[in-house]
């Protein structure tokens, strides 16, 4: 069942999975620009399984309300806002393509609200090729095993938050995270699909090669929403990132 929560005077939507797991556990994940919660609906009840899972429709996507700001770092602030509201001291953040951006900006800043990060085929690094065409994107998303929730969710947005689609755009297409990255003390987790064209796996060992303690985890044959598709191996991978973190984390 979905909650409400007012923050800085921002109506926000998210849900609150498997409440009867150990808090510390929790994991918060957050959605890529055009989608919303229920997009991941399949990952979040796989996920909350073996953990609590919170997940937020961002500002200005889904149930939420428009924000006042656009930017990572501004992303980030929300989310710590978020969590202080919610009076939780720490989460394992997660986060797909500019929901990743924000989950890494927000370990690079509040490095003590987080204690590990595990993103897919995360933006943060401008494309240099630009946004992809139509025609590469309906190709893509065609060829992944086309998904209607992503279908579902960029009508939804476009009918409710039509004046942010456009100008939230440029934070994954143009907004660089990559000074900010070195500063995460957090375990990092990278999985990225190999087949991605929009944010292609080079990002995947470029970020890496900045943070600290980053493992990239490759997943073949995935495109950019991979993990729409195919969230047990999402889950997979997360659980044996989990497995291998210190038992203190």
């Known amino acids: 069942m979905k909650s409400q929560l007012k923050i800085k005077d921002i109506d926000v939507s998210y849900v609150h999975l498997g409440r009867d797991k150990d808090p510390k556990q929790t994991r918060l994940f957050l959605h890529g620009w055009c989608l919303r919660l229920q997009a991941f609906e399949k990952l979040l ?5 073996d953990y609590p899972v919170i997940a937020i429709d961002l500002p200005g996507f889904g149930n939420s309300q428009e924000p006042y700001f656009w930017g990572y770092e501004a992303y980030a602030d929300f989310v710590n806002n978020f969590l202080e509201t919610l009076k ?13 951006g924000i989950a890494l900006t927000t ?8 204690s590990s990060v595990a993103i897919m085929n995360s933006a943060g690094i401008p494309m240099r090729n ?7 994107r309906v ?6 095993g086309f998904n209607r929730h992503i279908l579902q969710a ?8 039509p004046k942010n689609l456009v100008r939230s755009l440029n934070v994954p297409i143009k907004h660089d995270i990559r000074p900010l ?7 990092c987790l990278l999985a990225w699909g190999d087949c991605d064209k929009m944010l292609p796996i080079s990002y995947a060992y470029e970020m890496a090669a900045l943070i600290p303690k980053a493992k990239v985890a490759t997943v073949s044959g ?3 929403e991979w993990g729409l598709i195919q969230p047990e191996i999402f889950c997979s991978l997360v659980k044996q990132f989990d497995a291998s973190l210190p038992k203190h984390v």
């Open 222 to 224: 995935g495109f950019h």
């Open 181 to 187: 990255l070195p500063k995460i003390k957090a375990p």
């Open 154 to 161: 960029f009508i939804i947005n476009s009918v409710k938050h």
């Open 139 to 144: 190709h893509e998303l065609w060829a992944q």
């Open 107 to 114: 370990a690079a800043l509040f490095p003590d609200k987080i």
């Open 45 to 49: 009840k796989v996920l909350s399984v």
């Open 88 to 100: 939780i001291p720490q989460v394992h953040i997660m986060g797909q393509s500019m929901g990743g």
């Open 130 to 136: 630009g946004q992809p065409s139509i025609i590469d």
